[in-house]
């Protein structure tokens, strides 16, 4: 039976787990909560990379040391037992002589996988793991997509009008034509923060000019990915300036002859960069070339309410739906790849 107050400080890990969201890769980034009889005395969410993991800023939140070998220290991912850029988390649970510890998940990465748990346990350390264990996979999707796929966690996101077209067919300049309110264009930016990357088709940069920034939103700009396959995009383009680093994939990054593989080569490429997620924002063409080879995890939808009659179609996928919500006059559905 799982204690009650093991679901409630592991989701209070969770919760603060969060804080970390865009600024901790390519480590994952995890919560950690230390209780004394029942009681929160410690708490630590990890850093930004470079910097301590969220078991470590939890001990050292601790004013009291001395409860610790009395403490239950709550972690949302398997504590690591290598060096890094840090010491292992591992070795200062022990060194503090913490006796027991709660585990969301275990860690997939090869250099961690069991031997964090392993070196806990050999020091006499009772270890539990599994503890909303679900819901701890599904919030370190990121990091587990990355080492177990060897590919990026792959978001899809668009805007389609009522009659379902991305673009109408006439333009009157090189802009964005919006479909959504102000609000859903400002929750776009604060998603680019949460992401490593964004990406988009040569059509979207020569259509729209975009900056793909998060200039609506506080935090850190992705990484822009630009498909060129024949060096169209130049200095001209918002795309190509100062505000955050572009990557280029054109004729001498991948091979575009065959259109079936497109996708997993551009994978591969971000794989290789060592980017861990992607927002993939169009154009139309882009989007199904990733959504027919099954290459994505979430596709985030927005419905607005005008109409344009002809234009581009917005994609054709299928998916389920995860969650619906409105923005204002706009309705978002999340979908995940079943």
Same mark, same amino acid.
């Given at each position: ?17 969060? $804080? ?24 630590? $969410?990890?850093?930004? $990379? ?5 078991? &470590?800023?939890?001990?050292? +939140? ?23 850029? =840090? ?25 961690? +996988? ?13 270890? =539990? ?11 370190? !999707? ?34 964005? &034509? *919006? ?8 929750? &776009? ?27 609506? *939103? ?41 259109? !079936? /593989? ?26 199904? /070339? ?5 290459? *994505? ?12 009659? !002809? ?10 739906? +995860?969650?619906? =919500? ?13």
């Amino acid at each position: 039976m799982v204690v009650k107050d093991h679901l409630l400080f592991m989701s209070r890990a969770l919760q603060i787990a969060n $804080y970390g969201l865009g600024t901790t890769r390519p480590n994952p980034m995890v919560g950690s909560v230390i209780t004394y009889k029942d009681k929160i005395i410690g708490e630590g $969410y990890t850093s930004p $990379y470079g910097g301590p993991h969220a078991e &470590v800023n939890a001990i050292h +939140s601790v004013e009291d040391k001395s409860l610790l070998k009395k403490a239950v220290l709550y972690v949302t991912l398997e504590p690591c037992s290598h060096y890094g850029k =840090t010491p292992p988390c591992s070795d200062l649970i022990i060194e503090h002589q913490i006796p027991k510890v709660v585990i969301g998940c275990l860690d997939d990465n090869p250099k961690v +996988s069991g031997k964090g748990i392993k070196k806990l346990k050999a020091a006499g350390i009772d270890v =539990t793991v599994g503890i909303l264990e679900n819901q701890c996979k599904a919030h370190h !999707k990121r990091f587990f997509t990355f080492h177990n796929k060897k590919r990026p966690y792959i978001i899809l996101k668009w805007a389609e009008s009522a009659d379902g077209f991305i673009a109408p067919e006439n333009r009157t300049e090189k802009a964005p &034509v *919006w479909i959504t309110n102000t609000y859903s264009r400002q929750l &776009v930016h604060k998603w680019r923060t949460e992401e490593q990357a964004i990406l988009v088709g040569t059509n979207t940069v020569l259509m729209d000019n975009p900056s793909l920034t998060a200039r609506d *939103w506080k935090g850190n700009n992705p990484t822009r990915i630009v498909l060129d396959q024949n060096s169209k995009v130049n200095k001209s383009h918002k795309v190509i300036n100062d505000e955050a680093d572009t990557l280029i994939v054109d004729r001498n990054t991948i091979d575009w002859s065959g259109n !079936k /593989t497109i996708a997993s080569q551009i994978s591969s490429f971000l794989y290789q960069k060592h980017i861990n997620s992607v927002i993939i924002e169009g154009g139309s063409k882009t989007l199904q /070339t990733f959504i027919d080879q099954g290459l *994505w995890d979430e596709a985030r939808v927005f419905y607005g309410s005008n109409t344009f009659k !002809k234009g581009t179609k917005a994609p054709l996928f299928s998916g389920k739906l +995860s969650n619906e =919500t409105r923005v204002e006059s706009d309705i978002l559905r999340i979908y995940v790849n079943d």
